[in-house]
């Protein structure tokens, strides 16, 4: 059984820095791709961050320079460094691995404000 747990987000301001962390268990990173999603109230869900496989990754334009996605294949977990975090950052962000299908955790909780 596949499962993908989020951990990291909370209550942060402007300009601070927050690290989400994403545990897999019953599949490993290292073999899929894997991305980062958010979805703010009464928006789509959106990519924020993928990471592949071959090593490359890509963002999001809102956050590209601000945001690191990362990979720990021994942990098996996954990491979204966020940078200078911006009150439009405020969102639920959800791990996802692309492999057979697509698997999600239940996301966690990203508020920025002052």
């Known amino acids: 059984q596949v499962q993908l747990v989020e951990s990291g987000g909370g209550l942060v301001q402007p300009g601070g820095s927050l690290r989400l962390s994403c545990a897999a268990s019953?599949?490993?990173?290292?073999?899929?791709?894997m991305a980062w999603y958010r979805q703010a109230p009464g928006k789509q869900r959106e990519l924020v961050a993928r990471?592949?496989?071959?090593?490359?990754?890509n963002y999001a334009d809102s956050v590209k320079g601000r945001f690191t996605i990362s990979r720990d294949n021994a942990k098996n977990t996954a990491h979204l460094q966020m940078n200078s975090l911006k009150p439009e950052d405020t969102a639920v962000y959800y791990c996802?691995?692309?492999?057979?299908?697509?698997?999600w955790g239940q996301g966690t909780q990203v508020t920025v404000s002052s």
């Open positions: 019953g599949i490993l990173f290292s073999m899929n791709d």
């Open positions: 990471s592949r496989i071959s090593g490359s990754s």
């Open positions: 996802s691995i692309q492999s057979f299908a697509d698997f």
